[in-house]
């Protein structure tokens, strides 16, 4: 089997290399420092030169403007974002761009995607249901009217979801099955109100109050939404890979330079133990990250496996909801009280991965329900 990445795959992350090379993780004000949100907007200004780079069309086919690639592709570039901690809806505007080439009809694609690849449109998708906690279909309900769907519910913590012009909002129609409604932003009976992350970026809670959405801005197709959930799944374990390499990266700069009884505080076994075990934690957060985006590619494909592809998801969140909690604790706690200087970046990269974990949800969810997947697909 060839593990390497494709010459398009590596590409890509040389040009997110490129953009992202000037990002600095201090740019923005620091959320312990700012009582409400750090911005009222995302970054523009990167978000016009991602486009530039063609990355925002990175995953969409060459009929719609785009290099045809995949969730890896995505990934890789995902995980250079998290690096710098780049604020910029990637991750949500690509997953729903690609949910809509693979499931949306003709009008829904030639209305979205073509300003989704050029960046003159934003995209996001409200995937946290009502709580936080529930299945985000069942927050809201879509009811037939003529030609229309009628929608009405509430989704919390969207993200960017005051800077989207469209908003994938997943419901449940009554009979069991999970749709995607398109809502463009100022539509009639939709309403935004101020949530903030850990991470001190601006959400929206999103009321909707008998939201008409045509019929031609609906997927009915079944699985659909839920392909979209584990995409954001695993582009949320690529985030939190990116972001605990770069901080185990400063963690090795700082104690390398830090010097106790005349020695760099790296040569104590006790320091170098805790930093080879988060080591470890990455490198079990990539591989089983690799392998959930190749799933979800494969499943895509037709290819199957002995488990369905929120198997491998489930395995990703696991490794990625502990290993990231792990690794920014470890280098809080190497670098002393310098950790806590707010001149210096490292609480940046700690507010924000208590955002991932909280977004990945606990790890022992995540086993309940690899368990129960195992049950109903038994191995041998």
């Given at each position: 089997?060839?593990?390497t990445?494709?010459?398009e795959q590596?590409?890509?992350?040389?040009?997110?290399?490129?953009v992202f090379?000037d990002?600095?993780?201090d740019?923005?004000?620091?959320?312990?420092?700012t009582?409400r949100a750090?911005?009222?907007?995302?970054?523009?200004d990167?978000?016009a030169?991602?486009?530039d780079?063609?990355?925002l069309?990175l995953v969409?086919?060459?009929e719609?403007?785009g290099?045809?690639?995949?969730?890896?592709a995505?990934?890789l570039?995902?995980?250079?974002?998290?690096?710098v901690?780049?604020?910029?809806?990637?991750?949500?505007?690509?997953?729903?761009?690609?949910?809509?080439?693979?499931h949306g009809?003709?009008?829904?694609?030639?209305?979205l995607?073509?300003?989704?690849?050029n960046?003159?449109l934003v995209?996001?998708?409200?995937?946290?249901g009502?709580?936080?906690?529930?299945p985000?279909?069942l927050?809201v309900?879509?009811?037939?009217?003529?030609?229309?769907?009628?929608?009405?519910g509430?989704?919390?913590?969207?993200?960017?979801?005051h800077?989207?012009?469209?908003?994938?909002v997943?419901?449940?129609?009554?009979?069991?099955?999970?749709v995607?409604a398109?809502?463009?932003?100022?539509?009639?009976?939709?309403?935004?109100?101020?949530?903030?992350?850990?991470?001190?970026?601006?959400?929206?809670?999103?009321?909707?109050?008998?939201?008409?959405?045509?019929?031609?801005?609906?997927?009915?197709?079944?699985?659909?939404?839920?392909?979209?959930?584990?995409l954001?799944a695993?582009?949320?374990c690529?985030?939190?890979?990116?972001l605990?390499?770069?901080v185990?990266?400063m963690?090795?700069?700082?104690t390398s330079?830090?010097?106790?009884f005349?020695f760099?505080?790296?040569?104590?076994q006790?320091?170098?133990?805790?930093?080879?075990?988060?080591y470890?934690?990455?490198?079990?957060?990539?591989?089983?990250?690799?392998q959930?985006?190749w799933?979800?590619?494969?499943s895509?494909?037709?290819?199957?496996?002995?488990l369905p592809s929120?198997?491998?998801?489930a395995?990703?969140?696991i490794?990625?909801s502990?290993?990231?909690?792990?690794?920014?604790?470890?280098?809080q706690h190497?670098?002393?009280?310098f950790?806590?200087?707010?001149d210096?970046?490292?609480?940046r990269?700690?507010?924000?991965?208590k955002?991932?974990?909280?977004?990945?949800g606990?790890?022992?969810a995540h086993?309940?329900?690899?368990?129960?997947?195992?049950?109903a697909?038994?191995?041998a």
């Amino acid at each position: 089997m060839d593990f390497t990445f494709t010459e398009e795959q590596q590409a890509a992350v040389e040009a997110a290399k490129a953009v992202f090379a000037d990002v600095a993780p201090d740019g923005v004000p620091s959320p312990a420092l700012t009582p409400r949100a750090v911005a009222e907007e995302f970054d523009r200004d990167l978000w016009a030169k991602l486009a530039d780079s063609d990355l925002l069309s990175l995953v969409l086919a060459e009929e719609h403007g785009g290099s045809g690639l995949d969730a890896i592709a995505l990934c890789l570039v995902l995980r250079e974002a998290a690096r710098v901690l780049a604020r910029v809806p990637l991750l949500e505007h690509c997953a729903t761009a690609m949910a809509v080439q693979a499931h949306g009809g003709p009008e829904l694609a030639g209305a979205l995607l073509p300003g989704a690849g050029n960046g003159g449109l934003v995209l996001t998708v409200a995937a946290h249901g009502r709580s936080g906690h529930d299945p985000a279909e069942l927050a809201v309900t879509a009811r037939r009217d003529g030609d229309a769907w009628v929608l009405d519910g509430v989704q919390t913590a969207v993200a960017w979801g005051h800077s989207a012009d469209w908003t994938a909002v997943p419901a449940h129609t009554g009979e069991g099955e999970a749709v995607l409604a398109f809502v463009p932003k100022g539509a009639a009976g939709l309403s935004l109100a101020e949530q903030y992350s850990t991470s001190g970026e601006r959400l929206a809670e999103l009321a909707l109050d008998g939201v008409r959405v045509p019929a031609a801005h609906l997927i009915e197709a079944p699985g659909a939404w839920d392909h979209l959930r584990q995409l954001l799944a695993t582009g949320t374990c690529a985030l939190a890979l990116g972001l605990g390499e770069n901080v185990l990266t400063m963690t090795s700069q700082y104690t390398s330079k830090r010097e106790q009884f005349g020695f760099p505080v790296a040569t104590f076994q006790s320091v170098a133990v805790q930093a080879a075990d988060r080591y470890i934690d990455l490198r079990a957060m990539e591989v089983t990250l690799w392998q959930a985006a190749w799933r979800l590619d494969a499943s895509t494909g037709g290819a199957g496996g002995p488990l369905p592809s929120a198997g491998d998801v489930a395995v990703a969140k696991i490794w990625a909801s502990e290993g990231v909690r792990r690794v920014v604790q470890t280098a809080q706690h190497l670098h002393g009280g310098f950790g806590a200087d707010t001149d210096y970046p490292l609480h940046r990269y700690h507010a924000w991965a208590k955002q991932l974990e909280l977004q990945l949800g606990p790890a022992a969810a995540h086993e309940e329900a690899l368990g129960d997947l195992l049950a109903a697909h038994p191995l041998a």
